[in-house]
């Protein structure tokens, strides 16, 4: 036989593998193909390919291995149990580009599952690959290295921990000073799910010098890019006042308020998340945001039909309220209380209507006046049904009550305080009450119309224990009015009448005998008179 014969069949069984390997990656791009892969022992056989002699063969191998390892979370662990990693990371520096990005997409693929498995890569010497893959002078590798280095970190604080000691965070940020869009988006997003997890690992990232680049990303015209980069700077910001500083500091206003009404529902809701998360926590921080338009944005996204950032702007509007008195008002000038009635109505979502509750509470709790704007919405009776609505949570329930005793509290506009009286129940109606109790004693109108209005009757019809804040509202109450008039109003007062009817004692006969000796007592006066005018006349 020739030697040309001979090479011929190598050759043949090297077309052979790489028409295996490729069919096979081919066929994993299907996930419903995934599970009769696994059942064939395709996975078996891609290990043994990742230590063939022919690169080319190693890589498709790896390609196989990390399609399938995403689409079945079995896959991944057989992967991690049969000890393939070590066989896919072996002299990784030492190989081309296509090879890396192959090892790559299949660290990715492992680390996106849970915890568990990303903590094995980690262990497994993964993490050192990916920074050495962030060093690489090539842009799609680095771009493999942070998606990867993102799905480690977005798992655990302590995972994002062992991202930021390996000394990744500052190569991440230089990632993001590449042109490459891609580049760009995915080392955004790696910074926020490194700095979501506390305020230490968010600190790093700012101390990295992480937030100028995010702040000049902003103003790209690439969707995807925008939205990680408000996401990015909202995990910063939402751990401390300090943070939220670092980040307003930036100059990031108004340009955030103007990408509130952008197009996309996304970057709309995560502009508001990073309000929401800049107003929290402090009153200077929210006046700041306030004076550049922040009210108005919120109230203008408000009116977008998309729910996705309806939760923020609606949280971000309780909290410039909570701040100040001054602030609340703000928010009634803008016809805030109206519109969030209307959510309140509309919405069918138990997490919208929670914090949309809530957010009333916020307006309604500093004083009279904004109590009264609360009542005038008829907000009161749409708490309350929320309240008793078995179809509630507990979540909403509590909001529910805690914003009727804070606005209760502050209202002394009986109007909207008196439909409550027929339907509150005993821990409600006390606060409602216990406002009637303070404005009826200086009132005549109020009073006049409470008892036209049956206030004062309902009044009457409250079972209230002995000694209890009820029973002395209801007292303070009572003597507010003429004593025949609150027990005109009493529930029995009928009986009492009826009763007083069977036990009287009728006096007719004895007035008759009185009335006619009186009679006679005159006759014979009148008759004595004339005998005496006569005998004078005779005279």
């Given at each position: 036989?020739?030697?040309r ?34 059942q ?22 790896a ?15 057989q992967?991690?149990n ?20 192959a ?8 680390t ?45 604080l ?12 500052p190569?991440?940020i ?14 955004v ?11 230490d ?8 010098g992480?937030v ?23 995990c ?12 307003v ?17 996304v ?15 402090s ?14 944005a ?55 209507q ?13 004083s009279?006046e ?12 749409l ?60 009132d ?15 009044v ?13 509202y ?14 005109y ?17 009728p006096?007719i ?9 009186r ?14 005018a ?6």
């Amino acid at each position: 036989m020739t030697a040309r014969s001979i090479f011929q069949v190598f050759d043949q069984y090297q077309k052979a593998r790489i028409s295996f390997v490729q069919t096979v990656g081919e066929l994993a791009l299907r996930s419903q193909n995934v599970e009769y892969l696994r059942q064939a022992g395709a996975l078996e056989l891609l290990q043994s390919l990742l230590s063939d002699t022919c690169v080319q063969i190693q890589q498709c191998a790896a390609i196989a291995i990390g399609r399938m390892v995403h689409c079945d979370v079995r896959l991944a662990k057989q992967v991690i149990n049969r000890n393939c990693l070590p066989l896919l990371l072996r002299d990784i520096e030492r190989q081309n580009k296509y090879y890396k990005r192959a090892v790559l997409f299949v660290i990715r693929s492992l680390t996106g599952h849970n915890e568990e498995i990303a903590s094995v890569v980690v262990s497994s010497g993964g993490l050192e690959a990916l920074v050495l893959c962030l060093e690489d002078f090539e842009p799609m590798v680095k771009q493999g290295a942070v998606w990867a280095i993102g799905h480690i970190a977005r798992h655990s604080l302590a995972l994002a921990q062992n991202v930021v000691d390996i000394g990744a965070v500052p190569l991440v940020i230089l990632c993001l000073q590449e042109p490459e869009l891609t580049i760009k988006q995915v080392s955004v997003s790696a910074i926020a799910d490194v700095a979501k997890h506390g305020v230490d690992l968010a600190q790093n990232v700012v101390d990295a010098g992480a937030v100028p680049h995010l702040v000049r990303n902003l103003g790209n015209q690439d969707e995807k890019l925008k939205r990680n980069v408000l996401h990015a700077l909202s995990c910063i910001a939402t751990h401390s006042n300090d943070l939220a500083e670092v980040v307003v500091e930036a100059e990031i206003f108004p340009s955030v308020l103007i990408h509130m009404s952008h197009a996309c529902p996304v970057v709309r809701r995560n502009a508001a998340s990073l309000v929401r998360d800049i107003v929290k926590h402090s009153l200077e921080l929210t006046q700041l945001v306030v004076n550049t338009g922040g009210i108005g944005a919120l109230m203008e996204a408000l009116h977008h039909q998309s729910e996705e950032s309806k939760v923020p702007c609606i949280t971000a509007v309780g909290y410039i309220a909570g701040h100040s008195d001054q602030l609340a008002m703000s928010v009634l000038g803008c016809n805030g209380v109206d519109a969030l009635t209307g959510i309140l109505r509309a919405s069918s979502d138990d997490a919208t209507q929670a914090v949309t509750v809530w957010t009333l509470g916020q307006i309604g709790k500093h004083s009279p006046e904004h109590a009264k704007a609360i009542g005038i919405a008829n907000a009161f009776p749409l708490l309350l049904n929320f309240y008793l609505a078995n179809t509630s949570s507990e979540d909403l329930k509590y909001k529910c009550k805690t914003t009727l005793k804070q606005c209760l509290q502050k209202c002394i506009m009986l109007s909207a305080l008196e439909p409550l009286l027929y339907v509150a129940p005993i821990n409600i109606l006390k606060y409602v009450l216990g406002q009637f109790s303070k404005v009826l004693p200086n009132d005549p109108k109020a009073r006049r119309l409470f008892v036209t209005s049956g206030g004062l009757k309902k009044v009457q019809e409250i079972q209230a224990e002995p000694g209890s804040r009820l029973m002395e509202y209801i007292t303070i109450i009572n003597a507010c009015f003429p004593e025949e008039i609150v027990r005109y109003y009493s529930p029995n007062y009928p009986e009492t009448l009826l009763d007083a009817v069977e036990q009287y004692s009728p006096q007719i006969m004895t007035m008759l005998r009185e009335t006619k000796l009186r009679d006679s007592d005159v006759q014979a006066d009148v008759s004595v008179a004339l005998d005496a005018a006569y005998s004078q006349t005779d005279t």
